[in-house]
């Protein structure tokens, strides 16, 4: 079975998203690149809502080719592309660069996807990994927090029905004052 973990940078005050959707807080340093990029090659299959597949696919399928583009980002882009991935929209058409599209119910394709799957799943965009957490499908969740408030925006956990015991399995500072805290589901 594979594990369902829900990484994204985010906020001091618990945003993955300013207001209009406004991402320009959460620039990494060098060191927080490659972490992003080692986890994207250890990815097994990456779940992305429609928001954020439309952001990710505007800029990393081509990245290695822009003007300027540091080897860590070139990187990237190749382990992006490589990299399994799912999309879940009713609106999003076509999907390119090793990608699938599903249209509907989202819950029930997650957990058929963690079935079948063996390693590492990431889910990716608010939407969808509110429905994966209400639903009880995320095993772990990854907070890359930066030291910012933003006041406002898409939140990183979704509104919930019970409590979900969490255990902390790993920290991590980064330059710039960027914690990483890891959790796993208690179960």
Not at 109 to 130: F, M, N, P, S
Request: glycine share 10%; charged share 20%.
């Amino acid at each position: 079975m594979g594990k369902l973990t829900f990484a994204m940078n985010v906020s001091l005050d618990g945003y993955i998203a300013a207001p209009g959707d406004d991402l320009g807080w959460s620039m990494p340093s060098d060191e927080l690149f490659q972490w992003w990029s080692d986890r994207v090659a250890a990815t097994g299959l990456a779940l992305y809502g429609r928001k954020l597949w439309g952001t990710m696919s505007s800029h990393w399928p081509a990245a290695d080719q822009e003007p300027g583009a540091t080897p860590a980002q070139i990187e990237f882009a190749h382990r992006w592309r490589d990299m399994p991935k799912v999309v879940f929209s009713s609106r999003t058409r076509p999907v390119n660069w090793n990608t699938r599209l599903v249209i509907g119910d989202a819950v029930p394709e997650i957990a058929r996807l963690k079935v079948e799957a063996d390693g590492q799943i990431d889910v990716g965009g608010a939407t969808l990994a509110a429905a994966a957490m209400r639903a009880g499908l995320i095993d772990e969740y990854a907070l890359v927090t930066h030291p910012v408030l933003v006041g406002g925006g898409t939140p990183f956990f979704a509104a919930l029905d019970h409590w979900v015991q969490l255990r902390l399995v790993e920290t991590r500072a980064f330059p710039d004052g960027v914690v990483l805290a890891r959790y796993d589901v208690r179960r």
